[in-house]
């Protein structure tokens, strides 16, 4: 991800007890970390070139230019490592839900304006596909050392949480997950994470992200989360556990990202 993403705001909006103070003297509200869409495409595997070229030179260049002039905050492509069948995929980043419609007119009526053959060109290897939307809960992510390599790894971890166990599930990662994951993005173990719940698509409706190098170092990042986790916060899997319904994980190359 881009350092652009990196401008994301942690959220915690909290509610407090009217207090008799004067109104210049409260604290301004923190801005929400933003909004996330995420494209999801089945393509074969021997389309898949053919797809990433077509992509690159058509639908690059417009979005690389509209993070340029500030419209998204960024954007990327994950494709396919280890998981479910959604193999080739690309995200959006913008402020909040109005930035993302109408960014989205904004990069349609680019994209069919350098080239009106574009979204046929795209899409004609695609078999099948899906649209979700979140609302970003959590983002941290830390800066590059000069000449470091971006990060090309990224677990999504799904969970389908009952809405009524949602502000539960919220609140536990607050206390617990968001404490060591931030400190792993601090201290350097992680490149960044995310945590994203449901706004529009389908049913897993709590979910967090973490990048890495490559896979061998997310294996090694994964393994210190839990043992960071099970030291400081030892309830914390096992709570966590009995609000997720159904759970599952999908490993991701980052192609791209802006």
Same mark, same amino acid.
């Given at each position: 991800?881009?350092?652009?993403?990196?401008?994301?705001?942690?959220?915690?909006?909290?509610?407090?007890?009217?207090?008799?103070?004067?109104?210049?003297?409260?604290?301004?509200?923190?801005?929400?970390?933003?909004?996330?869409?995420?494209?999801?495409?089945?393509?074969?595997?021997?389309?898949?070139?053919?797809?990433?070229?077509?992509?690159?030179?058509?639908?690059?260049?417009?979005l690389d230019a509209m993070v340029d002039e500030g419209i998204i905050n960024n954007w990327g492509i994950v494709t @396919?490592?280890? !998981? %479910? #069948? $959604?193999?080739?995929?690309?995200?959006?980043?913008?402020?909040?839900? &109005?930035? +993302? *419609? /109408? =960014?989205?007119?904004?990069?349609?009526?680019?994209?069919?304006?350098?080239?009106?053959?574009?979204?046929?060109?795209?899409?004609?290897?695609?078999?099948?596909?899906?649209?979700?939307?979140?609302?970003?809960?959590?983002?941290?992510?830390?800066?590059?050392?000069?000449?470091?390599?971006?990060?090309?790894?990224?677990?999504?971890?799904?969970?389908?949480v009952r809405p009524m166990d949602l502000g539960a599930a919220n609140a536990l990662t607050d206390s617990t997950f968001?404490?060591?994951?931030?400190?792993?993005?601090?201290?350097?173990?992680?490149?960044?994470?995310?945590?994203?719940? @449901?706004?529009? !698509? %389908? #049913? $897993?409706?709590?979910?967090?992200?973490?990048?890495?190098?490559?896979? &061998?170092? +997310? *294996? /090694? =990042?994964?393994?210190?989360?839990?043992?960071?986790?099970?030291?400081?916060?030892?309830?914390?899997?096992?709570?966590?556990?009995?609000?997720?319904?159904?759970?599952?994980?999908?490993?991701?190359?980052?192609?791209?990202?802006?």
């Open positions: 991800m881009k350092a652009s993403s990196r401008l994301l705001a942690l959220l915690l909006l909290l509610i407090a007890p009217m207090v008799l103070v004067a109104q210049d003297e409260m604290p301004e509200a923190p801005e929400p970390p933003g909004f996330l869409m995420f494209n999801q495409n089945q393509v074969p595997g021997g389309d898949m070139a053919a797809l990433n070229q077509n992509v690159d030179s058509l639908m690059r260049p417009v @396919h490592n280890w !998981g %479910d #069948e $959604w193999n080739w995929n690309w995200y959006m980043f913008t402020k909040d839900h &109005a930035t +993302f *419609v /109408s =960014a989205w007119s904004e990069f349609v009526n680019r994209l069919q304006a350098a080239d009106s053959t574009a979204f046929a060109a795209i899409y004609r290897y695609v078999t099948e596909h899906k649209d979700n939307t979140y609302g970003v809960r959590h983002f941290k992510g830390r800066e590059l050392m000069e000449d470091e390599a971006p990060p090309k790894f990224m677990m999504l971890n799904q969970h389908k968001a404490m060591v994951l931030d400190a792993m993005v601090d201290d350097g173990t992680l490149y960044f994470w995310g945590q994203i719940n @449901h706004s529009w !698509g %389908d #049913e $897993w409706n709590y979910n967090y992200y973490i990048g890495a190098e490559n896979h &061998a170092d +997310f *294996v /090694s =990042a994964w393994g210190e989360f839990v043992e960071r986790l099970q030291t400081n916060h030892p309830d914390a899997l096992g709570e966590f556990q009995k609000l997720s319904k159904s759970h599952k994980d999908n490993l991701y190359f980052i192609r791209y990202a802006k």
